[in-house]
């Protein structure tokens, strides 16, 4: 069973820190990993998506890698701002048969950053 | 407004009452997802449709629970006897596999709270 793990469970910096979200995962069997971000109350708005042959992917101050083999994969946040606070949740999807992708998607518990000015 | 719409975004329900939600997914979308997310936790996925087709449904998911996707367009969430423990956030999401890219769009989410 696919575990998902996230530290720190929460966050909180001064504007203008760079900061690492931390995610793992036990079943390197992974078809891609997604990056979201949860505001209070709202739903789940997608900021990153790497394909398992992927090794990072990039989105204004957002980067995020993936080392497959490791079962890890980091959320790196530049130049932090207090419109950065918000809950952010690691998923990963799981490679099913004839190597498509499971629908599903299996969720971290999530980091809650806070971003104070 | 070309994202995941559901509805109704809260709900109140009485204990033992029936709720029914609504998903609209984004139009081009064929796979359709269903989660349920908990106060402090991450989501977690109840069902799958493809199409029509309900592919996945996971233990969660009691017989209390049913849920529709008539000609592949929106789907429904029902929760039959509602309980306490029921009272969470409903979330849906949609995807379509374009070139072997597979991302999820999720909605706004539906509360439910069970009194």
């Known amino acids: 069973k696919q575990e998902v793990t996230q530290i720190p469970a929460a966050l909180s910096v001064p504007e203008g820190e760079n900061l690492v979200l931390n995610c793992s995962f036990t079943?390197?069997?992974?078809?891609?990993l997604q990056w979201f971000r949860q505001d209070p109350g709202k739903g789940l708005t997608s900021l990153l998506l790497?394909?398992?042959?992927?090794r990072e992917q990039t989105s204004g101050r957002l980067n995020a890698s993936l080392d497959k083999s490791s079962g890890r994969s980091t959320l790196y946040i530049a130049a932090s701002q207090p419109g950065d606070s918000a809950t952010y949740l690691c998923?990963?999807?799981?490679?099913?048969?004839?190597?498509?992708?499971?629908?599903?998607?299996?969720f971290g518990q999530g980091t809650i950053l806070t971003v104070h000015p | 407004d070309t994202g995941v719409s559901q509805n109704p975004r809260h709900k109140i329900t009485k204990r033992g009452q029936n709720v029914t939600f609504r998903c609209d997914p984004i139009?081009?979308?064929?796979?359709l997802y269903w989660y349920r997310q908990t106060l402090g936790q991450g989501p977690e996925f109840l069902t799958y449709?493809?199409?029509?087709?309900?592919?996945?449904k996971s233990r969660l998911l009691s017989d209390r629970f049913s849920a529709e996707r008539p000609k592949g367009s929106f789907s429904t969430l029902e929760i039959q006897r509602t309980e306490q423990g029921d009272s969470a956030m409903y979330l849906c999401?949609?995807?379509?596999?374009?070139?072997?890219?597979?991302?999820?769009?999720f909605g706004q989410g539906t509360r439910l709270t069970v009194v």
């Open positions: 079943d390197s069997a992974i078809y891609n």
């Open positions: 998923a990963v999807r799981l490679v099913g048969p004839g190597g498509t992708s499971y629908g599903k998607l299996t």
């Open positions: 449709f493809q199409n029509e087709a309900q592919l996945e």
């Open positions: 999401a949609s995807s379509f596999p374009f070139g072997g890219y597979t991302e999820a769009f």
């Open positions: 139009s081009e979308h064929n796979r």
């Open positions: 790497i394909q398992s042959s992927q």
